[in-house]
């Protein structure tokens, strides 16, 4: 009987246990920290940087990926239909704030051979349409301007939902696509030994937004 009452025991303290760390959708309230789902939201919208980012891959040697990231960027869109068809977004990344983990190839990257970063500080990206795809996938279509090349372009676009946090409205999607660097006058280029580039001239992008509801 006592090892019976020790077992009883040691279930229910279980039970109180996961029940205190377990959510109760009941309790939920708009004031609440913690992330509650909501629908979708029409309206205008800021990122939120600290929980956003744009990074770049390309390959180097044929053989591995260098990755990088721009540490300064801003952007901003608007809708109003609650499904986000309608959206219009703008998108800027200060050059000069790349980062590849690596003074003298970032300094590299901001020089003629590259950016110029000094001539054109800026790059911009400006939608044209932003349609759904089926589930939470959309196509990103616009404008993208690096150095003084504009070229349209469409990102693969995920809805990560939106959501309420400490009485904010968020709203979550992550963008990629692959652009030619050739094609925006990136065009340093070199062969290695075996005749493929050092650096590809495919690069892909991939931007993560967190957005706030103003």
């Known amino acids: 009987m ?12 279980i039970v109180v246990a996961t029940s205190a760390f377990t959510p109760s959708k009941e309790k939920a309230s708009p004031k609440d920290e913690t992330l509650v789902t909501m629908p979708d939201q029409a309206g205008k919208w800021v990122i939120d940087k600290a929980h956003s980012n744009v990074k770049f891959a390309i390959t180097h040697l044929v053989v591995s990926e260098v990755e990088g990231n721009f540490k300064m ?19 800027t990344v200060d050059v000069n704030s ?19 970063a000094e001539k054109f500080p800026a790059m911009q990206f400006q939608s044209t349409s932003f349609t759904p795809a089926g589930g939470n996938k959309y196509k990103l279509a616009g404008n993208l301007t690096i150095r ?20 904010k409205t968020k709203a979550g999607f992550k963008a990629k696509t692959t652009i030619n ?25 991939v931007v993560n937004v967190e957005l706030n509801k103003v």
């Not at 006592?2 to 303290?13: E, G, I, N, P, W």
């Not at 790349?98 to 110029?116: C, G, Q, V």
């Not at 005749?195 to 892909?204: A, D, F, Q």
């Open 148 to 167: 003084d090349v504009t070229k349209p372009v469409v990102f693969d676009v995920t809805f990560g939902g939106t959501a309420l946090n400490m009485g």
């Open 181 to 205: 660097r050739f094609d925006y006058n990136l065009k340093w280029n070199k062969a290695t030994e075996a005749g493929g580039l050092v650096v590809s001239k495919e690069v892909e992008l």
């Open 98 to 116: 790349i980062n590849t983990e690596n003074d003298m190839r970032d300094k590299h990257l901001k020089s003629d051979d590259f950016f110029n």
């Open 2 to 13: 006592k090892k019976y009452f020790t077992a009883s025991l040691a279930v229910a303290a």
């Open 73 to 91: 960027f801003d952007g901003s869109m608007e809708n109003t239909k609650g499904d986000f068809s309608d959206a219009k977004i703008n998108f």
